[in-house]
């Protein structure tokens, strides 16, 4: 691209290889990015809330995801569009940070485009647009902080967890199970988390899923689970008090390296070489057996004659454990990993109350449980189902039910969910919009009816009438000044969400308006596109 000055010297641009590039500018690029925004609010739409539909998409390789998880939608969607990629990202860091509410947060920049687009049109700058949308975001923002409300609970009463866990899992595909898998998620968190520091390491909770059994098999294991069995088809399946060592050396003889050259030429040279091994190897056994180990997690294999002999000297042992399972193995038995055996002592050893083997169904599948650990800081959720699609989409469910939990514990406010707490910021930004004289009202009004895409969406989505719905619901908020009214999606009879225990943390819902809005501002200020064009 270069600058040139014409004879009276007005500026024009020279595009390198002109032909091939296309150019939007002003208020076509504009309506271009936010139809490409738009575009992809609108796929999303149709996902939100709990009666919300479901995406089956298709990779290049042929694997099928099922979901309605906004983030995981739009990381698989092949999307071309650089705008369009913006609200991937958008729902991404939402998923990063909150855990939750990645559809409502696409669904809400999309709905304030086109509340944009319009003022676009009326001749309204840009520029404008933006500042209002920016005031109008800090209105709703500090209006939730006016209507959340603080949570109480304690590790003995979880209740209210339970509770805000099975909002995030209603609109799900496992909502059938959602309080038990609620009560899992709840269960799992607070026995990881440190509730003075406020702080919650979910690298400590794995969630591992096995196809076969229904959803409702799926269980809380307080220790870990390792998709191994034991090496030796004879070896005990089950071990009490068991003392572990956890190994990264290779748990068999030291083989010759290729450029070496060994000669037999007879047979005793062969027993020798083979005595040889077999006294290295029975060294390396007896090792473990001295420190006191009752059980060896290796990283690595071990051939035949040494499972044999492992075998012969009763000492049990696991193979081919990876890394990041070794890891949470010893911090959940309280080991060390070992790298050489020549470091291996009695405080070095894990320590697990029961070790046991378990198969499903009536294939050759089998697993090892690591339980009543000396350290029980890391859980495992073990999930059923009947296809691995379901796995994957529970396993999904899950991890926003954690991410929930945690958000409480860090911060123990809420928001009533069901498209109140929108409708109830709408309200107030509305009203707010009075106090500002320049063109930015115009701006704030429009955010105020961009707030009300959520709820309208929650309403079409349970096939009620979207627009007398939500102005029904609207209206009763204005009349008894109460902030509890939301969308009755699952037509329980009762629009007060605090009946129907409808609830989402306040953070997740400040974070859905700051982020869209921060979005939206960056998609208005672009008002010169050059793209090079389709061959």
């Not at 051939?303 to 193995?329: C, F, K, Q, S």
């Not at 989505?461 to 969308?487: D, F, M």
Request: with cysteine; glycine share 6%; aromatic share 4%.
């Amino acid at each position: 691209m270069a600058l040139a000055f014409d004879e009276y010297g007005r500026p024009f641009i020279i595009l390198r290889e002109q032909e091939q590039k296309s150019r939007l500018r002003g208020l076509d690029a504009q309506k271009a990015n936010i139809s490409a925004g738009k575009a992809v609010a609108r796929i999303l739409r149709t996902s939100l809330g709990p009666k919300g539909m479901d995406k089956m998409l298709q990779s290049p390789d042929g694997d099928v995801t099922i979901t309605n998880d906004g983030a995981t939608i739009l990381d698989q969607m092949d999307v071309d569009n650089q705008i369009a990629k913006l609200m991937v990202e958008l729902s991404r860091s939402q998923d990063y940070e909150i855990g939750d509410g990645t559809t409502g947060v696409v669904v809400l920049a999309g709905a304030l485009l086109e509340q944009a687009e319009r003022l676009l049109e009326r001749g309204v700058h840009p520029i404008r647009v933006a500042e209002g949308y920016e005031m109008a975001s800090r209105i709703a923002v500090d209006h939730l902080e006016h209507i959340a409300q603080k949570f109480e609970f304690d590790a003995a009463n979880i209740e209210p967890l339970v509770q805000t866990c099975m909002t995030t899992l209603s609109s799900k595909i496992v909502n059938r199970c959602k309080r038990s898998l609620a009560e899992i998620a709840v269960k799992a968190v607070v026995s990881v988390a440190d509730l003075e520091r406020r702080d919650v390491n979910l690298d400590l909770i794995k969630v591992e899923g096995k196809v076969g059994g229904k959803l409702e098999d799926t269980e809380l294991i307080n220790g870990i689970i390792v998709d191994k069995d034991m090496s030796h088809p004879q070896m005990p399946k089950q071990i009490q008090n068991a003392k572990i060592a956890i190994l990264t050396c290779p748990f068999e003889p030291p083989k010759p390296k290729t450029k070496h050259k060994v000669d037999i030429d007879s047979v005793e040279k062969f027993q020798t070489l083979r005595l040889q091994e077999q006294k290295y190897f029975d060294d390396m056994v007896q090792k473990c057996k001295d420190v006191g180990a009752t059980l060896v997690i290796c990283q690595w294999g071990f051939d035949d004659e040494a499972n044999h002999l492992l075998m012969h000297r009763n000492l049990p042992a696991v193979r081919w454990v990876g890394g990041v399972e070794l890891e949470l193995i010893a911090i959940a038995t309280g080991g060390r990993i070992v790298p050489r055996f020549q470091e291996l002592t009695t405080e070095k050893l894990g320590k697990a109350g029961l070790v046991r083997e378990k198969s499903f169904g009536t294939t050759k599948e089998r697993m090892l449980y690591i339980e009543e650990c000396a350290n029980s800081r890391a859980v495992t959720i073990f999930i059923r189902g009947g296809n691995k699609m379901m796995i994957e989409e529970t396993k999904r469910s899950v991890h926003d039910a954690l991410c929930v939990a945690r958000n409480l514990i860090r911060n123990n406010s809420i928001v009533y969910g069901g498209g109140s707490a929108e409708i109830s910021c709408s309200i107030a930004v509305e009203a707010a919009a009075d106090k500002y004289p320049g063109v930015e009202q115009y701006a704030i009004r429009a955010f105020a009816d961009a707030l009300e895409a959520v709820p309208m969406a929650l309403a079409e989505n349970s096939g009620l009438q979207p627009i007398e719905t939500v102005s029904a619901v609207k209206s009763q908020q204005v009349k008894e000044n109460n902030s509890y009214c939301g969308i009755d999606c699952n037509d329980v009879g009762t629009n007060d969400m605090r009946e129907q225990n409808v609830f989402e943390t306040l953070i997740g819902k400040q974070q859905q308006l700051l982020l869209a809005t921060q979005v939206v501002k960056m998609i208005l200020k672009i008002d010169d596109i050059i793209s090079p064009s389709e061959y």
